[in-house]
Structures are given as C-alpha cells and as structure tokens.
C-alpha cells in the first residue's frame, strides 16, 4: 500500500473517531459548514437542470464549427431566455389569477369564525367532519401563536434564502462555463489517490450518471409545467372554481414522484369544495383523467425513460428523502437514487467486461 493511500485511510480514522466521540460537535460542524456550502449545492442543482438544454443547443442548433468560441455562452444565453420568457409569460397570466383566488378564500375566513364550517364550504356538514375540522383549526391556531414572535426570523430566511438562490444561479452559470475544467481538476485529485485505470472509470460513470441525473432533474421540471398546463386547460374547460390556483398546486405537487398528485390533489380539493362541492367531484374526475393521460403520453417521453428505478425504490427515494431532507429529499430523492443506481450499475459493467478479459 503506497504512502498516499495511507494517509487517506489514517484520515478517514481520525475522522470517524472525531464523530463518535464529539457527536454535538461533529452535527454543529456539519451544519455550519452546510449553511455556508448552500448556495453552492444550488449552483450545482442549477447547474445540472440547465446542463439538458445546453448541451441540446451545442450539438443541434449551435453545433458549426464556427461557433466554437461562442457555442458553450450562446448556449447559456437562449437557455436562460428561453426559461425566464416561459416563467415571465405563465407569472404574467397564472399570478394575478392566483391572487385573486387566494384573496377569494382569504375572504371566507371571518365568515368562517362567525358562523362555523358549513358558512365556509357553502353547504351542511357532518358533525364529525365539523369536530375534527376544529380540532385542526386549533391546532393550527395554536402553532400561529407560537410562531408569530418568529416572523422576524422567517423574513431575515427568506431573504437569505433568496440571495442563496441568486448566488446559486450565478454560480450555476460559472460550473457550467467552465465544467470541462471542473472535470480535469477532478480527474487530477483522483489521480492522486488512485491509479489511472481506476480514474478512468470513475469519470466515465460519473459522467454517465451526472448526464442521466441532469436529464432526469430537467425532464421533471419540464413535465411539472406541462402537466400544469393540462391541468389548467381541462380545469378551464369544466369551469372548476380557482382554476389557476388549482393547476399552480398540482404542477409544485407532480415534482414529487408518485405521492405528490394525490397531495396536490387533496389540498386543490379543499379549496374548490368550499366553493362548489359539485364542482369539486368533478374536479376528482378530470384529475384522475389528465393523470392517466399523462402516465401514457408525456411522462414516458419526458421522464420515465431517464429514472430506469422499480416502483419500490421510486416510493423508498421519496420516503426516505422526505423524512430526511424534508422538501429537497421529496423532490430530489428520486434523481439521486437514480444516479448512484446508474453508476454502480456501469462500474459494475466495467468490471465484468474486465474480468471477462481476463
């Protein structure tokens, strides 16, 4: 064993010893150094959404030799504007719609405290549905209580969170301006502490898996917005209450593999009940109909071909991400699994060929 591998085993030891021993300090380290990594996991996250479209542009439309200077920057440049004039367009049409629904509903609530649940929802309801209605009510009221002396906090995050999230773009731009760079940096430290063969392989699989987590990643947010979309057209069509609202809940929900319809689901159905509750069956039924569409048409061509996971480990991502990482698990579980499933699965390849050779 050579001196280098060595002094990474004698790390690797000082380290597992550190944690055991000073668990508080070790979680403390962890989260500070998490906290100031942040906008730098949203670079990459970033980074690998924009990475599909770029490298589409690069080898269609911006694939002559003569635009070799320019290609990687162009390439850049009509993503972003292509994505920001999609976003500004559906904020332009969907965000006063949204307003007014959420105004609508906001609306509701004095009628609500006044004269009970059957005020709100327009229509005679169970006792039973009425109790336990209150009895969340109250526990929500409660948690408002307590977390009114931390608004401050929760506006000082949100601004933190919206320069991480700047900070993130702009540093999405750089990784992606100069990823080839990244690569060869990486390639020179695995060089360090492994041989040439085995650097070889890591960089091949890693790439492999990172193009399939991008396209992934990509794909999912491409067909949240298209199902939105649907969603919208058909809630439109059978004049469903809150119809923007409803489609905006249900396209943030479908980022989340197979729970996140019924979530979305659930909560689009409270809104629209305490409006129509006729309409709010139907709108039970068109939901079912524009996901069965989706399930045979968009979602196969867009994402299903990219995640290559059984229903199991597609239902594990987001049960485990969710109950570890809260949002960002919900969402990313599932391309994350993905890509180390794909990754082992070419070492494991790699490796087979090799001892086929042998």
Aim: charged residues 15%; positive net charge.
């Amino acid at each position: 064993m050579d001196m280098n591998k060595k002094l990474w085993i004698a790390a690797g030891i000082v380290a597992a010893l550190f944690f055991i021993f000073n668990f508080d300090h070790a979680v403390h380290i962890g989260a500070t150094i998490g906290n100031a990594l942040y906008p730098v996991f949203i670079g990459l996250l970033f980074a690998l959404i924009l990475n599909a479209p770029v490298r589409l542009l690069e080898n269609t439309l911006l694939s002559s030799p003569k635009l070799k200077k320019i290609r990687r920057i162009g390439a850049l440049l009509i993503t972003l504007i292509v994505v920001g004039g999609i976003l500004t367009m559906a904020g332009f049409l969907l965000v006063p719609e949204v307003i007014d629904s959420i105004n609508v509903i906001a609306g509701k609530l004095p009628d609500l405290e006044e004269n009970g649940w059957s005020s709100f929802f327009g229509a005679k309801l169970p006792p039973f549905i009425t109790d336990n209605l209150d009895k969340l009510m109250a526990q929500l009221t409660n948690g408002l209580e307590s977390f009114l002396p931390q608004a401050l906090d929760f506006f000082k995050n949100t601004l933190k969170t919206i320069t991480n999230i700047l900070l993130g773009l702009f540093m999405g731009f750089l990784i992606l301006l100069s990823k080839e760079k990244l690569v060869e940096g990486l390639r020179k430290t695995l060089l360090y502490i492994s041989d040439e063969e085995k650097t070889q392989k890591t960089i091949a699989s890693l790439a492999m898996a990172t193009d399939k987590f991008s396209r992934f990643l990509a794909g999912q947010l491409f067909e949240a917005f298209i199902f939105g979309m649907m969603c919208l057209l058909a809630f439109l069509i059978f004049k469903i209450p809150y119809a923007p609202l409803a489609a905006v809940i249900m396209a943030f929900a479908n980022l989340i593999p197979m729970v996140g319809g019924y979530i979305g689901g659930a909560v689009a159905f409270l809104f629209i009940f305490s409006a129509n509750p006729a309409k709010a069956l139907v709108f039970v039924a068109v939901i079912l109909v524009v996901q069965q569409i989706e399930q045979v048409t968009t979602y196969p061509v867009v994402v299903g071909r990219y995640v290559g996971l059984s229903s199991f480990w597609i239902l594990f991502s987001v049960v485990v991400g969710g109950g570890l990482f809260g949002f960002w698990g919900l969402v990313l579980g599932v391309p994350v699994v993905a890509f180390f499933h794909q990754f082992f699965k070419v070492m494991y390849g790699m490796k087979v060929k090799k001892d086929l050779r042998n």
